[in-house]
């Protein structure tokens, strides 16, 4: 793939992914030929910014872990309210490197 095509891939997404897997996802992205960029542009990744907001707004009912698709976790917080609040308070300082870890997952799933 292009080399501007690659740089803008990772400066419009790279805070959606972990710091340390972005070495490697460029060099995913290099090796990729040009017919699946459209493909790769399709994916919608999650802001990790945006998912603390849903942590801090619906965290109690589970909606964070619903949205980066833990839909066990999602049910689990949902049924005890979010753990008696503690559960929904952990996951206000764990919910944007889950969100950056299930991006990579997608982006995984596509064995690019």
Known sequence: MDKQKVEMFLMTNGKCFPQSALPAIQHQ??????SKWIMLQGISFRD?????????????I??????????????GKLLTCGGLGI????????????????????M????F
């Open 48 to 60: 990790p910014m945006m998912m603390l907001l849903a942590s801090f707004l619906g965290g109690s």
């Open 108 to 111: 995984q799933m596509l064995n």
């Open 29 to 34: 992205l290099e090796s990729m030929d040009d």
């Open 87 to 106: 559960w929904a308070l952990v996951d206000l300082f764990l919910i944007m490197d889950a969100t950056r870890e299930s991006n990579l997952k997608k």
């Open 62 to 75: 589970g909606l964070d872990r619903f949205l980066i698709g833990d839909t066990g976790l999602g049910i």
